[in-house]
């Protein structure tokens, strides 16, 4: 079992920058591919970034170039760092952690990205 608490999200301006955080508890953090999903009002959950467990990393077209991922294994945390951010990134913003066959997420933290 993997618990996922997600911190950072809140309102700020088109053009500005935050940090996203998930901490994840449980052990073997290392071997989790960590992944961070957006919803907007109306819309599916997408994909914005993931990182393996080599720290191989993939991003959305949307967010690519502005959206930095990464982890840290020795804080069981994985970050996403939003720059330039613009009014269609607003969304609530979850964690996931992947490992066949599991398959966790938090519960989410909102970013609202006023024009």
């Known amino acids: 079992q993997v618990q996922l608490v997600e911190s950072g999200g809140g309102l700020v301006q088109a053009g500005g920058s935050l940090r996203l955080s998930c901490a994840a508890s449980?052990?073997?953090?290392?071997?989790?591919?960590m992944g961070w999903y957006r919803q907007a009002p109306g819309n599916q959950r997408e994909l914005v970034a993931t990182?393996?467990?080599?720290?191989?990393?993939n991003y959305a077209d949307s967010v690519y170039g502005r959206f930095t991922i990464s982890r840290d294994n020795t804080k069981n945390t994985v970050y996403l760092q939003m720059n330039s951010l613009k009014p269609e990134d607003t969304g609530v913003y979850y964690c996931?952690?992947?490992?066949?066959?599991?398959?966790?997420w938090g519960q989410g933290t909102q970013v609202t990205v006023s024009s």
């Open positions: 990182i393996t467990s080599g720290s191989s990393t």
């Open positions: 996931n952690a992947y490992w066949r066959p599991y398959n966790y």
């Open positions: 449980g052990s073997i953090f290392r071997i989790w591919t």
